[in-house]
């Protein structure tokens, strides 16, 4: 697999639990919570899916030949900004795992796009402060 492909494949995974509006060929337009997809033909499966006429589905499966577009409605968590953002409080001491979706610092705080999920202590706390401070700015 090229490096292309494997970002290009990055970037759709990304939008798995994310709200986005899919498109066919037929041109039906679905929004809702993209929860799984196959990345082999682009096959996706839908959450509470809305169609054109506002009728709710639970689930909406797509076959990946009749999807023609798949638009994101929500701004991508910045990972790459949190870890320059954590490494100015944590020198040296922050790394980035940008393609697992996490940072390490110090070697024993993960924190993600949800906030630290491993490690406690004043360092995991520290991150915490520095994590809750990045999404309030991101915010406005």
């Known amino acids: 697999m090229s490096v292309a492909q494997r970002k290009f ?33 682009l096959s996706l499966c839908l959450a509470e899916a809305k169609d054109e006429t506002g009728k709710v589905s639970h689930r909406v499966f797509l076959n990946g030949s009749r999807v023609a577009q798949i638009a994101s409605t929500e701004r991508p968590f910045d990972l790459k900004a949190l870890a320059t953002r954590l490494e100015k409080v944590f020198p040296t001491m922050v790394r980035l795992y940008e393609s697992q979706g996490f940072i390490w610092v110090m070697d024993k705080v993960k924190v993600t796009e949800k906030g630290v999920t491993e490690g406690s202590g004043p360092a995991a706390e520290r991150v915490e402060r520095v994590y809750q401070q990045f999404i309030s700015e991101a915010k406005r």
Do not use: C, P
Not at 9 to 33: C, H, M, P, R, S
């Open 9 to 41: 494949f990055n970037e759709v995974a990304a939008l798995v639990d994310k709200t986005v509006i899919v498109t066919t060929v037929a041109e039906k337009t679905y929004v809702g919570t993209l929860v799984g997809i196959d990345t082999r033909n």
